[in-house]
T-cell receptor, first 105, second 111 residues
Framework: GIQVEQSPPDLILQEGANSTLRCNFS?????LQWFHQNPWGQLINLFY???GTKQNGRLSATTVATERYSLLYISSSQTTDSGVYFC???????FGAGTRLTVKP | EAGVAQSPRYKIIEKRQSVAFWCNPISGHATLYWYQQILGQGPKLLIQ????????DSQLPKDRFSAERLKGVDSTLKIQPAKLEDSAVYLC?????????FGQGTRLTVV
């Protein structure tokens, strides 16, 4: 099956800083989504982005399908951005191990 | 629009007992997923349904886990008998047009 790798595994930021999270996948995919798991365990759908670029407020995502990676950008981070960010690929939604983000006030 | 509903939220059982989880997907969503998430790891797909048919159950431990989706709507996931290593959060998700939404999960503790 498709292998999904996320980096970095952990990220600590000061409030207001920007960050880039990466998701690499081992084969071509037809579906890619980014999720945020908040400290209470709820998984929130951020982007459905099999290719191209999307933006939603301070968050944006880019997927370069031909090079098998996707990036999630968080600008002007806030403490409420803390949690674990996952990418999931393809129709059967295989998840990476996640990036744990901690934003300090 | 109502989200994905799961119950119970928490369950504590002894090893070798059985347990069942219930999921009600978002109305109209044909695809339903069950995931197991062990603390500190990403969700692992157990089974995927398209309407009431199984699409992928390759990672479902079929000697103890079973799942069904009668009438292509609600779904139940059962574990019998439970083992200590089954302690995890069990997540249900549903999707339409490849965009998935998750329930709050059921936290299972096996003692």
């Amino acid at each position: 099956g498709i292998q999904v790798e996320q980096s970095p595994p952990d990220l600590i930021l000061q409030e207001g800083a920007n960050s880039t999270l990466r998701c690499n996948f081992s084969d071509s995919v037809n579906n890619l989504q980014w999720f945020h798991q908040n400290p209470w365990g709820q998984l929130i759908n951020l982007f459905y982005i099999p290719s191209g670029t999307k933006q939603n407020g301070r968050l944006s995502a880019t997927t370069v399908a031909t090079e098998r990676y996707s990036l999630l950008y968080i600008s002007s981070s806030q403490t409420t951005d803390s949690g674990v960010y996952f990418c999931a690929v393809d129709f059967d939604m295989r998840f990476g191990a996640g990036t744990r983000l901690t934003v300090k006030p | 629009e109502a989200g994905v509903a799961q119950s119970p939220r928490y369950k504590i059982i002894e090893k070798r007992q059985s347990v069942a989880f219930w999921c009600n997907p978002i109305s109209g969503h044909a695809t339903l997923y069950w995931y197991q998430q062990i603390l500190g790891q990403g969700p692992k797909l157990l089974i995927q349904f398209q309407n009431n048919g199984v699409v992928d159950d390759s990672q479902l431990p079929k000697d103890r886990f079973s799942a069904e989706r009668l009438k292509g709507v609600d779904s139940t996931l059962k574990i019998q008998p439970a083992k200590l290593e089954d302690s995890a959060v069990y997540l249900c998700a549903s999707s339409l047009n490849n965009e998935a939404f998750f329930g709050q999960g059921t936290r299972l503790t096996v003692v």
